[in-house]
């Protein structure tokens, strides 16, 4: 019978051997009170122990029935409202995945728990001791590889009409201008326009420092000495030409070389100052130029007049079919193994997601999109997910719920009934002691 009672599944926490102990050892004791009772009616004190024995029977078999109940119908007897659990299953389910997608799954929550993680720190962490350039090198050739086998070799004539359509429709003059204006704005973030201006200057301080320098000025000034006989030379020309000819009868090598010493000594300057005037006119150029690119419409439709005679032009569509097999066959070419271009692609790819993963700011920016990305999806996805999960607990056995539930609170459940056995036995002890009192 006790077998039956417990229903054991197959492998029974210690604490149910105790609190089914415990209910059989105040049994016992009720059966031992009863004849001793009998036997010894003049003692009195075996009362209290029969009234803590059978409130204890009583607590002891009301908490199992009540557990019992949770999961399964008691002795096997389908009683009202008992295996409560396995017939409330889809009730349940819903009922969990909701409180899951509620307290866990919140959008702002879990979006706030990502940036917390500090996903770009972990990236670059991850970067710097995992990501080498050997690595990358040896992945580009199969990725290459799975791109080819995708594309073909010729690109069809319908594709090619309609990528020039798209890139037709997408080409207008704000879009163009705009595009234009962030690319600047891009190139002054990163300091380009102060990289473009240094090389400009070391290339005048290279010309300035050659040994042959002087030798290289005297041709041009030679080329504007024999325009003088061009017939078809404007008036302007003819002006610049005879000063020119008179001063090449009284320019002499001092004069060149203090020329190049000014180049060179301007070069040095502007390589040297960043806020030098040529740094701070040329910045302000790029200023005005993303102003006029991002709001004159006259700029909007010189760009767009001109695109859109460019995209047209059916040179351009025969550029983007030789294009095409131009890109299938490098790829092709870098697909077959180690190539320096393999090699090139990596160590570039390998500087460019170092340099960016070495910036806080980078780093920064991808916490951010990790978190944003992160509440979006699950801010789109949400009812998609308790309904997976709606479906996934409803295809559980009854069993296996009971198996589950069983493993997570069954511990629990047992200590209730050796407190409920306990309990029961001081409370009947302590209503007996006050009915012997009363009376």
């Known amino acids: 019978m006790c077998d039956k009672i417990e229903n054991t599944p197959h492998k029974k926490p210690p604490v149910r051997h105790w609190a089914l102990g415990l209910l059989l050892l105040s049994v016992a004791t009720w059966g031992v009170t009863l004849w001793l009772q009998k036997v010894h009616p003049d003692w ?5 122990l029969k009234a803590f024995a059978e409130a204890a029977c009583i607590g002891g078999l009301a908490d199992w029935f009540a557990i019992t109940a949770l999961f399964r119908h008691p002795l096997g007897v389908p009683l009202p409202h008992t295996a409560i659990l396995p017939s409330k299953q889809a009730q349940l389910a819903r009922g969990v995945a909701n409180f899951i997608g509620t307290n866990f799954l919140d959008a702002q929550m879990v979006g706030e728990q990502v940036r917390k993680y500090q996903v770009g720190e972990r990236v670059a962490d991850y970067a710097q001791t995992h990501i080498t350039v050997a690595m990358i090198q040896e992945r580009v050739p199969a990725v290459l590889q799975a791109v080819i086998e995708k594309i073909p070799q010729t690109a069809p004539e319908a594709w090619l009409q309609a990528g020039q359509k798209s890139l037709m429709d997408y080409a ?116 005005d130029w993303q102003r006029q690119l991002n709001d004159r419409a006259e700029v909007h439709d010189w760009l767009y007049k001109n695109a859109q005679a460019g995209l047209s032009h059916p040179m351009f569509a025969e550029w983007l079919g030789k294009m095409w097999q131009r890109i299938h066959a490098w ?47 699950l801010d789109t996805q949400q009812e998609t997910v308790r309904a997976w999960m709606t479906t996934q607990l409803n295809a559980w056995s009854k069993e296996r719920l009971n198996d589950a539930l069983e493993e997570g609170i069954g511990n629990d459940l047992q200590y209730i009934r050796i407190n409920g056995t306990l309990i029961g036995g001081l409370i009947g002890l302590g209503l007996y002691t006050l009915s012997v009192w009363l009376m």
């Open 44 to 48: 009195s004190w075996v009362s209290y």
């Open 172 to 287: 207008t003059g704000e879009r163009l201008g705009s595009g234009a204006g962030k690319l600047i704005q891009w190139a002054q973030n990163e300091h380009t326009d102060r990289w473009l201006i240094n090389r400009l200057a070391q290339a005048l301080y290279d010309f300035c420092s050659g040994q042959d320098a002087a030798e290289r000025v005297r041709p041009w000034l030679s080329e504007l000495i024999r325009k003088a006989n061009d017939e078809n030379a404007t008036w302007w020309d003819k002006i610049k030409t005879s000063m020119t000819g008179q001063a090449v009868d009284w320019l002499d090598d001092w004069l060149i070389e203090k020329a190049l010493a000014g180049g060179k000594s301007l070069a040095e300057r502007v390589l040297a100052d960043e806020a030098h005037p040529i740094h701070l006119w040329f910045s302000a150029q790029c200023i």
């Open 331 to 377: 790829l092709g070419e870098m697909s077959v193994g180690n190539t320096p271009q393999v090699q090139f692609i990596a160590q570039t790819l390998h500087d460019a997601l170092s340099h960016q993963l070495a910036q806080p700011l980078r780093r920064a920016q991808l916490t951010d999109a990790a978190a944003h990305i992160s509440a979006r999806v």
